[in-house]
């Protein structure tokens, strides 16, 4: 086989959210000479939401796009490398820690600040990538407006579902909120918010098993009370299908080397963006199943590239 590429470098970061674009404006102001991968999706996941309202330092708001147009360049004045490209596999066995880049590439860093973020999860039908923007989606913020007057559905019981179910019952005539179980799994107040809003229909112990349409989404087919003896087919008319069944951390290629949860959350030391290995941090909603905002990931990747230059200079590299 045909040797690797191979480059050494004092930090990478892996990750192009407010968790990774704040690791590289702190790491790059300490000399540290940052290189960033942005990863599958360029600016993370507030590239795919309109307007941000609850950032500090925007009293009028944001859009998500440009928030982050904003965080990039102020990491590239400070010097970060910033690259297009995906880690796709990591050896972690010892320092320096080995990341393939494209699978074609090789980095060698002395510390490896992860910031991969998380994806929103699909149910994994074949007709959600056939309806891929054509009536699909997983962002209600993002797409709610193109379904004004229409019909939606919204599957998932906890607490995004409601939210984004009471979002879109502002802009479209009828919801429909799919709940695999007989209740919902959201906070008090959110499932109090969904039962007094006159246009939202919980479907309770319902599971969708296809779309259907001409050209785009015209319905889905749901089965009620699936495997009981009173199973039944049931159809709805609908425009929009938007997902709100939570996110998968995007930590595959850590999973041997790290400790994650039973979803895969990295798992870092309390308080700390620290993981087990030395020098090796994670930062963001890859390691956060709590709180999961842009704020909080900033502060994260700032907690990380401050632990990173520490670590260096303990290491005198
Ligand atoms: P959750 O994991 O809380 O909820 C996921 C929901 O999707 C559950 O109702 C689950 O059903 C359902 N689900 C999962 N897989 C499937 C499937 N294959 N088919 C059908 N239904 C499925 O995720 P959320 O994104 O709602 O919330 C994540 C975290 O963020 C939570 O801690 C939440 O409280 C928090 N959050 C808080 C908000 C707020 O306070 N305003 C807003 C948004 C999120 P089941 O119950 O049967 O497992």
């Known amino acids: ?26 790491a790059s ?47 590239s004045r400070f010097g970060a490398d910033i690259r297009a490209g995906i880690a796709t596999e990591a050896d972690l066995s010892a320092a320096p820690y080995k990341i393939t880049i494209d699978g074609e590439k090789v980095i060698e860093t002395e510390t490896l600040i992860i910031a991969t973020g998380a994806s929103a999860k699909y149910l994994g039908l074949a007709d959600e990538r056939k309806y891929a923007g054509m009536g699909v989606s997983a962002c209600a913020t993002c797409d709610g407006f193109f379904y004004r007057k229409k019909n939606v ?61 001409e050209n785009g989404v015209e319905g889905a087919h749901l089965v009620r009370r699936k495997g009981e003896p009173d199973e039944e087919m049931v159809d709805i008319a609908i425009d929009g299908f938007f997902l709100a069944i939570g996110h998968k951390p995007n930590s595959d290629i850590f999973k041997p080397w790290l400790d994650t949860d039973e979803v895969g959350y990295i798992q ?15 930062a963001g909603d890859v390691a956060d199943p709590h709180y999961r905002q842009a704020i909080t990931a900033a502060g994260s990747g700032c907690k990380a590239a401050i632990e990173a230059e520490r670590y260096l200079s303990e290491i005198g590299k």
């Not at 309390?270 to 994670?282: E, K, L, M, S």
């Open 1 to 26: 086989m045909e040797e690797m590429t191979r480059e050494k470098v004092r930090c990478l970061i892996i990750g192009s959210g407010p968790a990774g674009y704040t690791a590289a404006i702190y």
């Open 268 to 282: 870092t030391i309390p308080g700390t963006p620290r993981t087990r290995i030395p020098g090796v941090f994670a």
């Open 29 to 75: 102001r300490a000399n540290l000479s940052p290189v960033l991968y942005e990863g599958i999706q360029p600016g993370g996941q507030l590239t795919i939401t309109t307007e941000v309202e609850n950032f500090p330092g925007y009293p009028e708001g944001v859009t998500g796009p440009a928030l982050m147009d904003d965080m990039r360049r102020q990491a």
């Open 153 to 213: 559905a919204v599957v998932g019981g906890g607490d995004t579902a409601c939210e984004e179910a009471i979002y879109l019952a502002g802009l479209a005539k009828q919801v429909y909120l799919i709940v695999r179980k007989p209740y919902l799994r959201a906070s008090k107040v959110m499932q109090e918010r969904v039962f007094s809003t006159p246009n939202i229909k919980v479907l309770f112990e319902h599971n969708t098993v296809g779309l259907f349409g």
